[in-house]
């Protein structure tokens, strides 16, 4: 089995997939591996072949791992830290090159939005084809994004052959799972074809009291209105309800000793009789592709998506005393939806010399958020814009009594009306001369604007922003006939923030720049690659949280690193996945003393390797595979009443499948296998980390 032979779908998709830039066959490939990437240059484009890093995670990864959660995708990938905030039931978390993802999430080349008043779009792997991460600055064809990368989620969709799949999973804290998904030619038809996917999972989360149950339904329908047009409709509803996990801490009683030993894992210092979560979102969208001539393409994507939720959330505050076993606790609750609008129109030019070929994109782009919201937590917002925290209650932090609860008055709510709006114009041209050299090129015009009204008791106010951003981008490659390809890069970003400081105004956008120097080999006669890379990576503007969550516009952070990652087989039936990670990550406090201070949850060196092995040639069907992945040790927040260094930890992942025969396939697979008790980090608070988990599969394709 190689990756040319395509079965593996190693590092990203494989060509044989119809459809626009996310799913296309553009051209023969010109190297030995066969590993698109849609995402780096919103043109298929092999990835061994971009002067931009990126990693792909296909849906053989996803279902080898038995992904069941999507901050656990990247988890064997470079530049990487997932779950930083340990196993979350509502919240997907990530850290990119050092940087938060809040803003990073795309799902099919479309924004999907996570934002203020806990407003966060959560995206289901079971619908996934693949996951596709550019590292670093990408505004240059996404618009506002941080600077650590975006985050690209697949979506499943039609095929031309059918084909099915039935699974049912169990596991460890009450798992159970049922998915659906089939596919294929519509009967009678030559040129229809659709998917369907479903699935209903449920179970209980790390913290004593709290569950989670989602019910998902993805159908789509690809329609060539021509030889040369096809128009794919893609839709989702998803509803997730359950009492979520606050895995919030105090550092007194995880990463610092107390006389009353530490708090336990399992310890819920939230409210579980009272914590609830009811989410559900909805989205619906095509992708159309008309070819105009053996040159021109035309490409539309169009989504609309629609999230409405409710929540209400006790937590704790991150400090106790000295000696003390009580913790004040605060609460959340928000109550509200948004509706978002996101299109993305390009035209895509190929011309070919005798010594060039040459990719021409030009671009542009629209998408608008509204958010209508109640907000009545601990954290209050005047009328002035001003906030203040007011705790609801105390507990025990090592042995809290949920039975002595009084639900709280948080009094007049504040009403929230936000308006988000983005239009961008993109150009860029990608040049390949004499089969050697590869230069990059492109930039970008936004204009952004966004406005918050609120109101409350004490009376009404309006903040927002209006901007005007220029990205821009650059790289230079060469290709060797023994497989190196050596390139340089630079780009930037921006992200405008809709929300206001502790005194009512507005901030600034966060303006990130990198440069890149890398290095991507492909060994001739080896099926699979290899990738290093090394950047440098600031962010001007940087919000500074403080110990009640408070964020401050007074900071600057940077990121220096080096990635190094590996795909491919070993021999015909060992395949393996490994990176390494160094991150230093820096943050200037500026109107602190506190300069080139360590940012919190980034350890500087990271690991992770993982091993398949077919065992065909003893047992006929059975696979066996495993993973370590290594956390080196990390800091916390450099403003926190105390510092320390959050230590390191390694996990041990394992896995066993075994094909019954063509159609059936039983599969077990252990994560933490070792149940190590860690934590993930620490910041002002500090995170537990995702205790073992077992989950058996059977699945039935067709």
Same mark, same amino acid.
């Given at each position: 089995m190689?990756?040319r032979?395509?079965s593996?779908?190693?590092g990203?998709?494989?060509?044989s ?6 799913a296309q ?16 240059l ?12 990126a990693?792909?995670?296909?849906g ?15 988890q064997?990938?470079? *530049? ?7 196993s979350d039931?509502?919240?997907d978390?990530?850290?990119l090159?050092?940087?938060s ?6 799902q ?12 966060w779009?959560?995206t ?18 996404? *618009? ?10 697949v979506?499943k $969709? ?7 799949l039935f699974e ?12 659906v998904?089939?596919? *294929?030619?519509?009967a009678?038809?030559d040129?229809?074809?659709y ?20 019910y998902?339904f ?16 893609l839709?989702?509803i ?7 996990t ?29 914590d ?14 008309h $070819? ?12 609309y ?8 959330q006790v937590y704790p ?11 004040d606790?605060?609460v ?20 070919f ?6 990719t021409?994109?030009?671009g542009?782009?629209?998408?608008k958020l509204s958010?209508?919201y109640t907000n009545?937590d ?8 001003s906030?203040?925290?007011q ?5 025990d932090?090592?042995?809290p009594?949920?039975?002595n ?15 988000n ?10 040049? $390949?001369l004499?089969?050697r050299?590869?230069f ?5 015009y ?6 918050? $009204? ?5 009376g009404?106010?309006s ?6 951003q ?5 790289g ?6 023994n497989?190196?390809?050596p ?15 502790n005194s *009512?105004?507005?901030?600034?956008p966060?303006?990130g ?20 890379a090394?950047?440098?990576?600031k ?7 403080n ?6 516009q007074v ?23 490994a ?8 943050v200037d ?11 919190p ?6 690991a ?8 065909h040639r ?6 066996v ?17 105390a510092n320390y260094?959050?230590?390191s930890?390694?996990?041990?992942d394992a896995?066993?499948?075994y094909?019954?025969?063509s159609?059936?396939?039983v599969?077990v ?31 039935y394709?067709?």
């Amino acid at each position: 089995m190689t990756i040319r032979q395509g079965s593996a779908v190693l590092g990203g998709v494989l060509l044989s997939l119809s459809g626009g830039a996310w799913a296309q066959n553009d051209a023969a490939p010109a190297s030995d591996t066969v590993i698109v990437t849609s995402t780096a240059l919103k043109v298929a484009t092999l990835l061994m072949e971009t002067p931009r890093s990126a990693s792909v995670v296909t849906g053989q990864d996803l279902d080898e791992r038995a992904v069941v959660k999507y901050d656990e995708s990247l988890q064997y990938r470079a *530049g990487v830290v997932s779950q930083p905030y340990g196993s979350d039931t509502n919240t997907d978390w990530f850290f990119l090159r050092g940087f938060s993802a809040e803003g990073s999430t795309f799902q099919d080349g479309l924004k999907v939005f996570r934002t203020g008043g806990y407003f966060w779009w959560l995206t289901e792997p079971f619908g996934l084809e693949r996951t596709e991460y550019l590292k670093g600055p990408a505004s240059i064809l996404y *618009g506002e994004a941080p600077p650590g990368g975006i985050i690209n989620a697949v979506s499943k $969709r039609p095929t031309d052959e059918s084909q099915g799949l039935f699974e049912i999973q169990g596991g460890t804290d009450e798992h159970r799972q049922v998915g659906v998904d089939s596919s *294929g030619p519509v009967a009678g038809t030559d040129d229809m074809r659709y998917r369907i996917v479903g699935l209903y999972r449920e179970g209980n989360g790390e913290l004593d009291g709290t569950d989670s149950q989602r019910y998902y339904f993805a159908p789509s329908l690809a329609v060539d209105l021509s030889n040369d047009t096809t128009v794919t409709f893609l839709a989702s509803i998803q509803k997730d309800t359950g009492t979520p996990t606050i895995n919030f801490f105090p550092a007194y009683g995880t990463v610092e000793d107390t006389p009353f030993g530490k708090i336990d894992p399992k310890t819920n210092l939230g409210q579980p009789d009272y914590d609830d979560l009811d989410q559900r979102q909805a989205s619906l969208g095509y992708e159309l592709e008309h $070819r105009i001539n053996d040159t021109w393409e035309f490409q539309q994507y169009f989504r609309y998506s629609n999230l409405d939720m409710d929540l209400k959330q006790v937590y704790p505050n991150s400090y106790v005393a000295p000696g003390s076993r009580v913790v004040d606790r605060g609460v959340i609750d928000r109550d509200g939806e948004y509706d978002a609008i996101s299109v993305d129109n390009r035209l895509i030019a190929k011309t070919f010399t005798k010594n060039t070929e040459n990719t021409f994109l030009v671009g542009a782009g629209y998408q608008k958020l509204s958010l209508d919201y109640t907000n009545a937590d601990s954290f209050r917002t005047l009328g002035d814009g001003s906030t203040f925290y007011q705790a609801i209650d105390s507990v025990d932090i090592f042995d809290p009594d949920h039975d002595n609860f009084t639900p709280p008055d948080t009094g007049d709510p504040t009403d929230h009306n936000v308006d988000n709006e983005q239009i961008g114009a993109y150009v860029q041209n990608q040049l $390949r001369l004499f089969d050697r050299w590869i230069f990059l090129a492109g930039a970008r015009y936004d204009s952004v604007n966004g406005t918050d $009204r609120f109101s409350d008791m004490t009376g009404s106010s309006s903040e927002g922003y209006n901007d005007s951003q220029v990205s821009l981008t650059g790289g230079i490659m060469y290709l060797a006939d023994n497989g190196l390809s050596p390139y340089i890069s630079y780009s930037e970003s921006f992200t405008p923030l809709a929300s206001l400081d502790n005194s *009512g105004n507005s901030y600034k956008p966060l303006e990130g720049k990198q440069y890149e120097v890398g290095l991507k080999y492909a060994p001739p006669g080896f099926d699979g690659y290899f990738t290093l890379a090394a950047f440098d990576l600031k962010e001007d503007n940087t919000l500074i949280p403080n110990e009640l969550g408070v964020q401050r516009q007074v900071g600057e952070r940077q990121s220096r690193g080096i990635e190094l990652e590996g795909v491919g087989y070993l021999t015909d039936a060992l395949r393996f996945t490994a990176s390494y990670t160094y991150t230093d990550t820096r943050v200037d406090i500026n109107d602190t003393t506190l300069k080139d201070q360590r940012a919190p949850l980034i350890p500087y060196h990271m690991a992770s390797a993982w091993l398949d092995y077919d065992m065909h040639r003893f047992v006929d069907g059975l696979s066996v595979g495993g993973g370590l992945r290594y956390m080196g040790e990390s800091a916390n927040s450099a403003d926190a009443s105390a510092n320390y260094t959050v230590p390191s930890y390694t996990l041990v992942d394992a896995m066993v499948r075994y094909d019954i025969d063509s159609n059936w396939t039983v599969q077990v697979n252990a994560k933490n296998l070792t149940d190590k008790e860690y934590l993930s980090g620490c910041d002002f608070y500090c995170y537990y980390g995702a205790s073992r988990s077992v989950i058996g599969s059977l699945k039935y394709r067709w």
